[in-house]
């Protein structure tokens, strides 16, 4: 990209009369990726406020839109008369500012550039205001991010009228998080098993949960260990939504893209001789194999539910997490399996 001169015109100014250019001779149509935050703030040496305030402009011009994991794209319709280059579209009121847009334009730019491309000034910029503005309503980035996932959560909840059975409630909520995982994927990488969030609408949905599991005669470990099991399938594929996203738009390639580029390395493994299951299904898959997390999400949920099945309902004494199920009590030699 040629970078168009003139030392009084803001730098965002002339990052959008250059992308607004390409737009209108035609060298990007409509649904065709424009540059990212992180490619504009390389490429024009900038920072990524200044990156994210000309894609606000050019988003404010009508000239692109934002797409979930998509990023920013060219919009369908793109007006044949572009604003002076300037005189941009007039920011928002700053009497206007709520926490609530503070909280959801950032959401929308971790849906649509990732969690790594959030900071306080994006948000500012992509809002139209002062770099600082956004303090006056939160006061970190932390807790920004906090509030963000609070609200995410926060966008399912369960009918008062609960299903029939622990089983179905226990399925509607890992849907549910399932849910709000594949529309917010930076979701699952802020928070372990082992120091989990501490936001009231993520605990709603734990307390769907135990309170499904709840009243079968479980003692409390044993019952917050089956919770737990429960959730870490969820978070724990959910991981990789993210994981993806972020590979693709640093690398470049597409998940086939990347596995295309590993075939001599997956080809030296085959043919070492020293992987012969592995090689037997490797070998086995006409068009390769096809990591469906979808379907791995509920094949995988299922069978743990069947498994979890008998100690739910009482018709086993096998161990969870180290506690015998049928009296609740430290039990290691009952729960060591046979030698």
């Given at each position: 990209?040629?970078?168009?001169?003139?030392?009084?015109?803001?730098?965002?100014?002339?990052?959008?009369?250059?992308?607004?250019?390409?737009?209108?001779?035609?060298?990007?149509?409509?649904?065709?990726?424009?540059?990212?935050?992180?490619?504009?703030?390389?490429?024009?040496?900038?920072?990524?406020?200044?990156?994210?305030?000309?894609?606000?402009?050019?988003?404010?011009?009508?000239?692109?839109?934002?797409?979930?994991?998509?990023?920013?794209?060219?919009?369908?319709?793109?007006?044949?008369?572009?604003?002076?280059?300037?005189?941009?579209?007039?920011?928002?009121?700053?009497?206007?500012?709520?926490?609530?847009?503070?909280?959801?334009?950032?959401?929308?730019?971790?849906?649509?550039?990732?969690?790594?491309?959030?900071?306080?000034?994006?948000?500012?910029?992509?809002?139209?205001?002062?770099?600082?503005?956004?303090?006056?309503?939160?006061?970190?980035?932390?807790?920004?991010?906090?509030?963000?996932?609070?609200?995410?959560?926060?966008?399912?909840?369960?009918?008062?009228?609960?299903?029939?059975?622990?089983?179905?409630?226990?399925?509607?909520?890992?849907?549910?998080?399932?849910?709000?995982?594949?529309?917010?994927?930076?979701?699952?990488?802020?928070?372990?098993?082992?120091?989990?969030?501490?936001?009231?609408?993520?605990?709603?949905?734990?307390?769907?949960?135990?309170?499904?599991?709840?009243?079968?005669?479980?003692?409390?470990?044993?019952?917050?260990?089956?919770?737990?099991?429960?959730?870490?399938?969820?978070?724990?594929?959910?991981?990789?939504?993210?994981?993806?996203?972020?590979?693709?738009?640093?690398?470049?390639?597409?998940?086939?893209?990347?596995?295309d580029s590993r075939t001599p390395a997956l080809r030296a493994l085959v043919e070492s001789g020293r992987f012969p299951t592995f090689t037997k299904v490797v070998?086995?898959?006409?068009?390769?194999?096809?990591?469906?997390?979808?379907?791995?999400?509920?094949?995988?949920?299922?069978?743990?539910?069947?498994?979890?099945?008998?100690?739910?309902?009482?018709?086993?004494?096998?161990?969870?997490?180290?506690?015998?199920?049928?009296?609740?009590?430290?039990?290691?030699?009952?729960?060591?399996?046979?030698?």
């Open positions: 990209m040629t970078k168009p001169t003139g030392a009084s015109v803001p730098p965002y100014l002339r990052i959008v009369a250059g992308i607004r250019r390409r737009i209108v001779d035609g060298e990007l149509g409509p649904g065709d990726a424009v540059p990212s935050t992180r490619q504009i703030a390389r490429e024009w040496g900038v920072a990524l406020a200044t990156a994210t305030k000309a894609l606000t402009t050019l988003r404010l011009e009508g000239l692109v839109e934002t797409r979930p994991r998509a990023g920013t794209v060219v919009a369908g319709a793109v007006p044949v008369t572009p604003p002076r280059r300037h005189s941009p579209p007039a920011p928002p009121s700053e009497q206007e500012l709520t926490l609530d847009r503070v909280v959801r334009t950032a959401i929308d730019i971790a849906d649509t550039e990732g969690l790594s491309a959030l900071s306080m000034r994006g948000v500012a910029a992509r809002l139209g205001v002062a770099a600082m503005s956004p303090y006056r309503y939160v006061p970190s980035k932390d807790d920004l991010v906090l509030l963000m996932a609070d609200a995410a959560f926060g966008e399912e909840t369960y009918p008062a009228d609960a299903p029939e059975g622990w089983r179905s409630r226990i399925e509607l909520g890992a849907r549910t998080l399932w849910t709000l995982y594949r529309r917010h994927p930076w979701l699952a990488q802020l928070g372990s098993l082992t120091r989990p969030l501490l936001v009231p609408n993520l605990m709603a949905h734990g307390e769907w949960m135990l309170s499904a599991l709840d009243g079968h005669g479980l003692d409390p470990t044993t019952l917050f260990d089956l919770h737990v099991l429960i959730y870490s399938h969820v978070q724990g594929l959910a991981v990789h939504l993210e994981w993806e996203a972020h590979a693709e738009a640093s690398t470049g390639q597409s998940e086939d893209q990347w596995m070998g086995a898959f006409d068009d390769g194999y096809d990591l469906r997390l979808d379907a791995l999400f509920e094949s995988g949920f299922k069978a743990l539910l069947d498994g979890l099945a008998p100690i739910v309902e009482g018709q086993a004494t096998g161990c969870v997490g180290g506690r015998h199920r049928a009296s609740g009590e430290h039990a290691h030699d009952q729960c060591r399996p046979p030698s």
